[in-house]
């Protein structure tokens, strides 16, 4: 079974810029989740998707940052503009379903905002 | 106060000893336990999840005493492999991790 898939791996940004990061999760799996993970810290959550709607966006910055998942598959995470504290490590992970709390991660996007 | 602390270590430690982390959690609601395993430069992976009875996967057991509010991750005979971060997650509503606790192993 393939795992969540994400891309790009690293990315170098001055801030004020726009990025955008793209995740698959496993498939079959109708939750997704985007995590910011700051050097040193865990994986804190952003927003969590069921299927295509938004299950919980509470500690998304949304002036910011805003994310989708248009056809409850992929989904893509955009920062704009980034500020120099965005820099970190954005995971997506899924679950099979929003009662399973198992969640499997993708290999994550290494943000550095110069 | 968190909602899910861990000691933040490092912890080093000889290859065959026994060593034993606990995360707290502030949230009395919390449903749900896990530990991940988290690699330098590689992402979380689901170690075990943690049940009321405690469980037990080869060297690595995993408890929790709800009435104190803490879950616990023993190590025994540690390997070099071993040397990872150890993330503890609660689940309440939302998935929450603790900071992490280094641990290496040395010869």
């Known amino acids: 079974e393939a795992g969540v898939a994400q891309s790009p791996r690293y990315k170098i940004i001055e801030k004020r810029q726009s990025v955008a990061f793209w995740c698959n999760p496993i498939?079959?799996?109708?939750?997704l989740y985007w995590y910011q993970q700051i050097l040193g810290q865990g994986p804190k959550l952003l927003i969590q998707f069921q299927n295509n709607g938004v299950v919980d966006d509470s500690q998304l910055p949304k002036d910011r940052f805003s994310a989708e998942r248009l056809k409850g598959v992929d989904s893509t995470l955009k920062i704009q503009p980034a500020k120099l504290e965005d820099s970190a490590v954005y995971l997506c992970?899924?679950?099979?379903?929003?009662?399973?709390?198992?969640?499997?991660f993708g290999p994550g996007t290494r943000l550095t905002v110069t | 106060r968190k909602e899910v602390e861990q000691d933040p270590g490092p912890f080093n430690v000889p290859e065959g000893a026994t060593v034993a982390f606990n995360c707290t959690y502030s949230n009395s609601a919390s449903q749900s336990f896990f530990w991940y395993r988290q690699d330098c430069r590689k992402e979380p992976k689901l170690l075990m999840s943690v049940y009321s009875s405690g469980n037990e996967d080869g060297r690595f057991t995993a408890q929790l005493n709800r009435a104190s509010q803490y879950i616990s991750l023993l190590i025994r005979d540690s390997k070099l492999s071993d040397s990872a971060t150890y993330l503890c997650a609660v689940y309440g509503g939302k998935l929450t991790f603790g900071q992490g606790t280094i641990l290496t192993v040395h010869p």
């Open positions: 992970a899924s679950s099979s379903y929003s009662g399973s709390y198992e969640q499997y």
């Open positions: 498939s079959g799996h109708a939750t």
